[in-house]
Each structure stands twice: as C-alpha cells, then as structure tokens.
C-alpha cells in the first residue's frame, strides 16, 4: 500500500521555468491538499481538492495551479517560478474532512 | 485572523526525561486539534483531539484538549533518542481546513 506517492523529491529550476509536482494516492480519499513549508513557519496551505473535478485556493495561491480529473492524482503546477517559491512542498490526503491528514514524502525546490 | 501557537519552539533534554510540548489556538467554530511528528521528511499523525479532559495515549506519548482554555499538551515519559523530531500541532477550522503551528523542535541527548 503506497500510500501518498510524491514525485520528483528534489528539484532545482531557474527563474521563470514552469514545471509539474506530481501526487498520486491509492486509498480512495476524496480530500487532497498541497502545502508548502517554510524554515519557521507552519505548514500553509496552497490549493485544495474535496473530489475529482473540484479544486479552490488555500491562505497562498499565487503562482501555483492545481486540476483534478482523477480522485487518485492531484498535480500542482508552478507557471513561472520565482526564488520565494523556494520550499519544501506536500501533498496529503484525507479519507473525510473530519479524519487525520496523510502526507507524502516531499518535494524540495530550489529555484535560482 | 485563526492561529495556532506551539511553544517552545525548541526544547533540548537527556534521554530518559519527560517533556511537555504546548499548542494553544484561536480558531473560528474549532472542530478538532492534531498532532503529527516530523524527522525530515513527512509529517506522520500521532493524535486526534475532539474532546475536553479526554487524553489520547500511545506508548509513551499522550495528549489532552482543555477546549475552554484553547489549548492542548503533548507528554511524552521517558524519552528516547529516536524521539528526536519536529512536532506539529494543527486545527481544523469551521472550514474543514488544517491551521498550522510552527511547530516545536525537540532533540533528545543521549
């Protein structure tokens, strides 16, 4: 059982490149959610996903788009990076919104 | 504005002591409050607390949620090296959203 699956773990790009952060999860959660995490400060929300075909903005969107076709996948796409997206991102899932939060390994992005 | 405050923000003891880890909260219609440990990669869930005075026990770690005060403690007895971690404290909101603590580092000294 995967789990949360993440990919790529680490990633460095220059500024202005776009790329894709996958997250793909196998235990049928409608939940899905991205987060990105800052030295010193909690983990904040950036999109979020209550089920396939429905997706909204979290407390930091800019920059930052999500889609949803499948309840296993929710990608997040970065459209042209910047040095403050700099960060270690996350990707959860949750069977309900009223259960615990289970989170995949991470991505760090570096972009110069 | 809903946040979530943990204090200390680090902590160093010797193993074999027992510390208290405090996550205090204002959030709008709170609907429950998680605790999650990180050592360098994923945070993994430790407790749910939906309850006043009701403590949540796991081995050596244990929680309780004071809803009137708006806050909630971590224990954790007898400490090992391996419980060396970043602990979070988040609480879901009228929103169904997880508001974040920064989070407390412990490090357990041998």
């Known amino acids: 059982n995967a789990g949360v699956t993440q990919t790529p773990k680490f990633q460095v790009l220059k500024t202005g490149q776009s790329m894709t952060l996958q997250c793909a999860q196998d235990?049928?959660?409608?939940?899905m959610s991205w987060y990105r995490q800052d030295p010193g400060m909690g983990l904040r929300l950036i999109h979020y996903?209550?089920?396939?075909?429905?997706?909204d903005q979290g407390e930091v969107p800019n920059g930052y788009n999500v889609s949803r076709s499948t309840t296993e996948d929710f990608p997040l796409r970065l459209l042209s990076a910047a040095p403050s997206q700099t960060s270690v991102y996350f990707c959860?899932?949750?069977?309900?919104?009223?259960?615990?939060?289970?989170f995949g390994q991470g991505t760090r992005l570096t972009v110069v | 504005e809903d946040k979530v405050v943990q204090s200390p923000l680090s902590l160093v003891v010797h193993e074999g002591d027992t510390v208290t880890l405090n996550c205090s909260y204002e959030v709008t219609n709170f609907r429950s409050l998680l605790w999650y440990k990180q050592e360098k990669k994923a945070p993994t869930f430790l407790f749910m607390l939906?309850?006043s005075g009701i403590e949540k026990k796991s081995g050596r770690l244990s929680s309780i949620l004071d809803k009137k005060e708006l806050f909630s403690i971590l224990n954790i007895t007898a400490t090992q090296t391996g419980d060396s971690a970043v602990y979070l404290c988040?609480?879901?909101?009228?929103?169904?959203?997880?508001?974040w603590g920064a989070g407390t580092k412990l490090i357990i000294k041998p």
């Open positions: 235990m049928n959660h409608e939940y």
């Open positions: 996903s209550v089920g396939a075909g429905i997706t």
């Open positions: 988040a609480v879901t909101d009228s929103n169904y959203q997880l508001i």
């Open positions: 959860a899932s949750r069977r309900t919104v009223n259960t615990e939060a289970f």
């Open positions: 939906t309850s």
